[in-house]
């Protein structure tokens, strides 16, 4: 099993930028695949950004394509999620995830962190 803890959300202006970090612990951390995930109000989890085993894939919605990136560091059993140009349309509650897969849908993801939140103001 592995548990992880998410970090770094808050409060930010539309345009501006926000790291979310998260760090896990217990089985080793390269046996993972990482992911970040987000329920905004009223709407179901949605995918948002995967990296792979070793950080040589990743995969990002369409929405969020080019504005975020993630990054894992496994020495550190660390995964980032570098969000910028934020819109109010990303606010919602965002999880950082862990899986013997690498898949998109959020129902594949086996451990998953408390959430941390992030609004986006007008």
């Known amino acids: 099993q592995v548990q992880v803890v998410e970090s770094g959300g808050g409060l930010v202006q539309a345009g501006g930028s926000l790291r979310l970090s998260c760090a896990a612990s217990?089985?080793?951390?390269?046996?993972?695949?990482m992911g970040w995930f987000r329920q905004g109000p009223g709407k179901e989890r949605e995918f948002v950004a995967i990296?792979?085993?070793?950080?040589?894939?990743?995969m990002y919605a369409d929405s969020v394509k080019g504005r975020f990136t993630i990054v894992r560091n496994n020495g550190k059993s660390t995964v980032d999620l570098h969000m910028t140009n934020l819109k109010p349309e990303d606010t919602a509650v965002y999880y950082c995830?862990?899986?013997?897969?690498?898949?998109?849908?959020?129902?594949?993801?086996?451990?998953w962190g408390q959430g941390t939140q992030v609004t986006v103001s007008s």
């Open positions: 217990g089985d080793t951390f390269g046996n993972y695949a």
């Open positions: 990296i792979s085993w070793r950080g040589e894939r990743t």
């Open positions: 995830a862990a899986s013997r897969l690498f898949l998109v849908a959020p129902t594949t993801w086996e451990y």
